[in-house]
């Protein structure tokens, strides 16, 4: 699984577009917060909260080109919608902080040209 999906990038406008990047940029600046969210919907059982939170990150994460990271949030809701087994809260901390992180370093060596 690519961390970017480049073509969706480039479909909002590309990296070489400073507002988008921006945006891009807000979306990783906030998955701290979403993370923390998450985590506290886990640790209280409440899975109907949480598959309405790991809908809204997987939709922005795809329409923003982050692949991987919107890919997880998915397949989490789906495990959700069927009842299946969720993470724990420390291993959504650590698979999601991962992933932002990731997409944050391909974000950049993309715009760079690296």
Same mark, same amino acid.
């Given at each position: 699984m690519e961390i970017l999906d480049l073509g969706q990038i480039e479909r909002l406008g590309g990296l070489g577009r400073p507002e988008?990047? $921006?945006i891009l940029n807000v979306l990783l600046d906030d998955l701290p917060a979403?993370?923390?969210l998450l985590a506290g919907q886990l640790e209280q059982g409440d899975r109907e909260s949480f598959r309405a939170s790991i809908h809204r990150l997987k939709g922005s994460a795809m329409m923003c080109g982050f692949a991987a990271l919107g890919q997880q949030a998915k @397949?989490?809701?789906e495990a959700s $919608? /069927?009842?299946?087994p969720l993470p724990s809260p420390? @291993?959504?901390r650590e698979i999601l902080t991962g992933a932002g992180a +990731? /997409?944050?370093l391909a974000m $950049? /060596?993309?715009a760079?040209? +690296?």
């Open positions: 988008i990047l $921006e979403q993370v923390d @397949e989490w809701e $919608e /069927a009842n299946a420390r @291993e959504l +990731e /997409a944050k $950049e /060596a993309a760079t040209g +690296e």
